[in-house]
């Protein structure tokens, strides 16, 4: 069994930053592409960044230049370091990792930007 558990989200200012965190627990040998996302209610979840097992990272272009993916394999983390917020950045955010190829997602977390 796979667990993951984010936090770090919040309210903040425009302009502002908050760091995500997602804890991945249990069986957690052969993890692969980590990454987040977000939705709105009444949209489709989308991708905000990945990072692979080497480093690699990907972002959607909405976040170029003001977020930041990185993870620690030892301690089966993954982080987003978000950074001039935008109103437009207010989303339950949801990490997800590739655990022995199945995909695993956490519960979500809320973060809210206030313009």
């Known amino acids: 069994q796979v667990q993951l558990v984010e936090s770090g989200g919040g309210l903040v200012q425009a302009g502002g930053s908050l760091r995500l965190t997602c804890a991945v627990s249990?069986?957690?040998?052969?993890?692969?592409?980590m990454g987040w996302f977000r939705q709105a209610p009444g949209k489709q979840r989308e991708l905000v960044a990945t990072?692979?097992?080497?480093?690699?990272?990907r972002y959607a272009d909405s976040v170029k230049g003001r977020f930041t993916i990185s993870r620690d394999n030892a301690k089966n983390t993954v982080y987003l370091q978000m950074n001039s917020l935008k109103p437009e950045d207010t989303d339950v955010y949801y990490c997800?990792?590739?655990?022995?190829?199945?995909?695993?997602w956490g519960q979500g977390t809320q973060v809210t930007v206030s313009s």
């Open positions: 990072i692979s097992s080497n480093g690699a990272t």
């Open positions: 997800k990792a590739n655990v022995r190829w199945r995909d695993f």
């Open positions: 249990g069986r957690t040998s052969n993890t692969n592409d």
